[in-house]
């Protein structure tokens, strides 16, 4: 069997492609039925090949037998009003404005937070990033001093878990942290 090599591109696969490309062009540049020519008024059967119009494939034959509803065929042409469409879109409303805006409640501030919280948050947020930088610029950090990082880290993520509140309120529908 003769394989053109791994860095010689095959040839035959380019004009192939040129081909069909040529063909896709020239089919998407053929010009529209004529102004008063109805597009399926001609016989689909007659119309293969290249030629062939997307609105003419119809493999199931259900073109010919679908009727427009009754609504469809009293309905006036033109544009209606947008109460009048039967198709409407999950985007086609306005949206009633009560002018009740969410304003939210100011949080508390942090000077009177617990100095044990505070100190938790700390270690629980400056812990992994005391390490990162420790790795990146303290390359020969004692061990005891990498081990007192990473306890302050533990002890302070275990006791902000031990302040979550253990039951739930029935009156609360989860919207506040």
């Known amino acids: ?32 039925p004529a102004a008063g020519q109805d597009p399926g008024a001609a016989d689909p059967a007659a119309r293969t090949g290249p030629a062939a119009s997307f609105r003419d494939f119809d493999p199931l034959g259900l073109a010919a037998s679908a009727e427009p509803s009754a609504a469809r065929r009293q309905a006036p042409e033109g544009p209606q009003d947008e109460s009048d469409r039967t198709g409407a879109g999950p985007r086609d409303y306005d949206v009633d404005d009560d002018g009740d805006d969410f304003v939210p409640e100011e949080p508390p ?54 302040r979550l509140p253990q039951d739930k309120d029935e009156d609360d529908d989860g919207a506040r942290v």
């Open 109 to 162: 501030s942090l000077a009177g937070t617990d100095p044990l919280t505070m100190l938790a948050w700390l270690a629980a947020v400056g812990g992994p990033v005391a390490l990162l930088l420790s790795a990146m610029f303290w390359r020969s950090a004692p061990l005891l001093a990498v081990l007192g990082i990473v306890a302050a880290f533990v002890l302070g993520t275990v006791y902000l878990i031990m």
């Open 1 to 32: 069997m003769n394989r053109p090599g791994s860095g010689s591109p095959d040839q035959g696969a380019n004009q192939d492609d040129d081909a069909v490309w040529l063909d896709l062009v020239a089919r998407l540049q053929e010009d529209s």
